[in-house]
């Protein structure tokens, strides 16, 4: 069980499982770590993705993706697009498992939470000011930094003197970390369609109790928004030669 597609499945679950799992543990209400705030949420975010890269990784995808975002970025800076859709399918399919095991870890909190954007909210982003450019414009800003800092991290001029071996997940958690507090407030940073369109199919399918519609008029925010920062932070990357 080591190739592309099982790591980028598996490192994905393991983000969204652990990702969506801090949005509902600050969320619902009787968790213990209920109403614990933004700071919670961006560091269990950042600690979701350092997972998800080491278990992308030892199950056979070097580079983990996690994020069909950084894909198409590295197919534009490369110029090969041989295995977007594969990598696509296998992160999109890892958002949803994840967000089933979510949504089953906090079984008994669904019917005890009584707002249903709250529990949208959990499994997926919306804008905190409804704005469609600017809502785009944001998540493609928050996007291209992720990619443009993720590709300086292991571009040949730092890697000169570091980052040490085995710290790159560790630098890209805490760039994910850093987008969240400082870009995050504005869409909640999807920066990443598979883990937004993966849960909010999950919050659409699964008979969670009182839970309302799931926003499918912002769906396409995170998606356009996201796939375009990455298309123009891939150019960036390509004709700058890092």
Known sequence: ???????????????????????????LRKSYAADSGWIVITTGWALAVLCGV??????????????????????????????VLSMWSA?????????????????????????????LGVFCTNAAVRNPLANILSEAVGTA????VAGAIFSHGVAVNGP??????????????GIGLSLGGTTGYAIN????????????????PGKGGSNWRYAPI?????LAGAVLAGLLLRYAHL
Do not use: C
């Not at 069909?68 to 041989?82: C, D, E, R």
């Not at 890892?94 to 939470?113: C, D, E, I, N």
């Not at 883990?195 to 008979?207: E, Q």
């Not at 995170?222 to 996201?226: A, L, R």
């Open 1 to 27: 069980m080591h190739s592309v597609w099982i790591g980028e499945f598996m490192g994905t679950m393991v983000l969204v499982l652990l990702g969506n799992g801090v949005n509902a543990g600050v969320t």
């Open 164 to 177: 040490a071996a085995g710290m790159g997940p560790w630098l890209v958690g805490s760039l994910v970390w």
């Open 91 to 119: 992160q999109l399919l890892g958002a949803m498992s994840g967000a089933t095991l979510m949504t089953l870890h906090y079984a008994p909190h669904w019917s005890l939470t009584p707002d249903p954007a709250a529990k």
């Open 145 to 148: 930094v992720l990619v443009l």
């Open 54 to 83: 080491m278990v992308a990784q030892a199950f056979g995808s070097p580079g983990a993706n996690l994020n069909p975002a950084i894909t198409l970025a590295v197919a534009v800076n490369g110029g090969s697009y041989s295995q």
């Open 193 to 208: 369609p598979a883990r937004d369109l993966g849960p909010r199919l999950v919050h659409w399918l699964l008979p969670i």
């Open 222 to 226: 995170p998606i356009v928004g996201d």
